[in-house]
Nanobody, 124 residues
Framework: QVEVVESGGGLVPPGGSLRLSCTASGDIANLYAMGWYRQAPGKERELVAQITRRDNVRIADSVEGRFTISRDNAAKNTVYLQMNSLQPEDTADYYC?????????????????WGQGTQVTVST
């Protein structure tokens, strides 16, 4: 089993910054990637940013240049999402995602684990 614990989030005015943290623990020997998704009211959950174990990064066009994802150099099971120049449209529940990839001689199966979510509100 994999446990995903998030921290950070809160209320910030437009133009402000926040940092989210996420730590995975448990059966993470085959950890492939960690990342952040968000879901605004009435909208589908969308990828914000993801970093793989080889430090390949995917980041949404809507946040590129404002958000940065990084991994703790010492603890490879902890990632951070630095969010700068926050705008009201960034308001959402943010969820940490952990991908565990299990390979066999004949197949590869990915398993997704999620944090409980943390709320980010950008407002005056």
């Amino acid at each position: 089993q994999v446990e995903v614990v998030e921290s950070g989030g809160g209320l910030v005015p437009p133009g402000g910054s926040l940092r989210l943290s996420c730590t995975a623990s448990g059966d993470i020997a085959n950890l492939y990637a960690m990342g952040w998704y968000r879901q605004a009211p009435g909208k589908e959950r969308e990828l914000v940013a993801q970093i793989t174990r080889r430090d390949n990064v995917r980041i949404a066009d809507s946040v590129e240049g404002r958000f940065t994802i990084s991994r703790d150099n010492a603890a490879k099971n902890t990632v951070y999402l630095q969010m700068n120049s926050l705008q009201p449209e960034d308001t959402a529940d943010y969820y940490c995602n952990v991908v565990i990839s299990i390979r066999t001689p004949t197949s590869t199966r990915d398993h997704d684990y999620w944090g409980q979510g943390t709320q980010v509100t950008v407002s005056t």
